[in-house]
C-alpha cells in the first residue's frame, strides 16, 4: 500500500529500453502481488496448477523478467524480512480486508457473478511461505541475485542505491522514496493497460522514472519532510491524521520546522509514536551482509520445476528459456569480468 504521495511526485515517462544497462532491485513482495492481482482467470481465480498450488506469481517473475533482461536490464530481487511492530495493525487490517474479499468472492463464484468475483478476488491476495519460497527458488535458477532484507525490502534496496550497488528501485510503492532510494522506477513489472480502482475503466501505464531530489527540490522539502507528509496522509506505520490531504499536509511541512509544531497545527495528537516511524525511514534496518552474483540460467532445473511441478508448457518455457540464454550469452561476450558480472 505504502503511502499516498503521488500528487506531488514529479516523474518521468520513459520505456522500456531506456532500462538497458541497468541494475535494478526489484521490491519482491510488491511485484509479486501486482502479479497476484493481474495474473488471474475471468473469474478473479489465480492460476493453479494440478496440486491446487497458485503459480500466477511463478508465471510473472519467468515470462516478465525473461522479457525485462532482454531490454538490457539486470535484475536483483530484495525479499522482506521480519516486519517492524509498527506495521502490525496495518497487516491486522489487511487481513481482514483479505478475509471479507474470500468470502464475497466465494459468493460471487456461487452467484455465478463474475464482474463481482472477478472485483473481489483480484483483492482476496495472500502470500504465504511456500510462495515466497518458490518464487525464490524460480529467480535463482534463472541466475539472479536473491537478497533477503532483514527487515523492508524497499529500506534494504535504498541503501544499495546509496552505495553505487544498484542503479534504482523497482516498486509501485512510495515508500522507497521516504527510505530514501535516489532512484524510483514504477509500471515496471506490470505493463499494458491497468484498471483505476473503484470504476469500471481502464488506463493505459507506462513505465515512470522518479528522482527523489527532483521530488525535493520542486517541493521545497528535505527528505525528513516528505517523511512529514507521509506520516500526516499515513504509512504502512501509522494511521493518517484526520480530515488531511495531501495539499494541507504539504503545506503545513513547508509552514512548519518542526513535527511538534505541525502537530500543534492540526490539533490533533496521534496515537502513535510518530518519532519511532520517522526513525524507521531515516535509520532502517538493512545489511552489507549479499553478494550480487549472476549466473547461467540452469535450464534442466527450470524445465523440472515449472513443468514438472508446476504444470507450465513444456514448449513454451522452452522457448523463453532460449530467449533468456541467447541474452545472458551475448552479455557474457561483451564482459570481461565472466557471465553477468
Known amino acids: 500500500m505504502g503511502t499516498a504521495i503521488g500528487d506531488i511526485v514529479p516523474r518521468e515517462e520513459i520505456s522500456l529500453d531506456a532500462l538497458n544497462g541497468k541494475t535494478l532491485g526489484f521490491d519482491s513482495f510488491n511485484v509479486i502481488y501486482q502479479f497476484l492481482s493481474s495474473i488471474r482467470g475471468a473469474d478473479g481465480t489465480p492460476l493453479m496448477d494440478s496440486h491446487g498450488n497458485v503459480t500466477s506469481h511463478l508465471t ?15 535484475p536483483v530481487f530484495v525479499f522482506d ?11 491486522k487490517k489487511r487481513s481482514a480486508i483479505r478475509t471479507d474479499a ?9 452467484e455465478g457473478n463474475l464482474e463481482d468475483a472477478k472485483k473481489f478476488g483480484s483483492r482476496a491476495l495472500k502470500l504465504d511461505a511456500k510462495m515466497i519460497q518458490d518464487a525464490k527458488e524460480l529467480v535463482s535458477l534463472m541466475g539472479f541475485p536473491v537478497i533477503q532484507a532483514p527487515s523492508e525490502g524497499e529500506a534494504q534496496i535504498a541503501s544499495m542505491v546509496s552505495s553505487g550497488k544498484l542503479d534504482g528501485c523497482v516498486s509501485q510503492d512510495y515508500d522507497a522514496l521516504l527510505f530514501g532510494t535516489k532512484i524510483l522506477y514504477r509500471n515496471v513489472g506490470v505493463s499494458g493497460k491497468r484498471k483505476i480502482p473503484g470504476k469500471n475503466i481502464y488506463a493505459d501505464v507506462s513505465p515512470e522514472k522518479i528522482f527523489l531530489e527532483k521530488v525535493l527540490s ?3 522539502l528535505t527528505r525528513e519532510k516528505l517523511i512529514w507528509i507521509g506520516m500526516l496522509i499515513g504509512t504502512d506505520f501509522n494511521e493518517k491524521f484526520p ?8 503545506r503545513l511541512v513547508n509552514e512548519n520546522d518542526s513535527f511538534e509544531k505541525i502537530i500543534g497545527a492540526t490539533g490533533f495528537e496521534p496515537e502513535f509514536e510518530w518519532r519511532a516511524v520517522e526513525m524507521l525511514f531515516l535509520e532502517p534496518k538493512v545489511t552489507n551482509d549479499y553478494s550480487l552474483n549472476f549466473s547461467l540460467p540452469e535450464k534442466e532445473k527450470i524445465v523440472s520445476f515449472l513443468c514438472d511441478k508446476h504444470d507450465f508448457s ?3 518455457v522452452q522457448n523463453s528459456l ?14 570481461t569480468l565472466g557471465a553477468w558480472r
Open 60 to 74: 510473472g517473475l519467468f515470462y516478465r523478467t525473461i522479457s525485462l533482461v532482454e531490454r538490457g536490464v539486470k
Open 81 to 91: 524480512g521480519k516486519a517492524p511492530e509498527l506495521k502490525s495493525e496495518t497487516q
Open 102 to 110: 474470500i468470502e464475497k468472492h466465494e459468493k460471487a463464484l456461487k
Open 218 to 220: 520542486e517541493n521545497g
Open 243 to 250: 480530515k488531511i490531504g495531501i495539499k494541507t499536509a504539504l
Open 314 to 316: 513444456s514448449e513454451r
Open 322 to 335: 532460449k530467449r533468456l540464454e541467447e541474452k545472458v550469452s551475448e552479455k557474457t561476450k561483451q564482459s
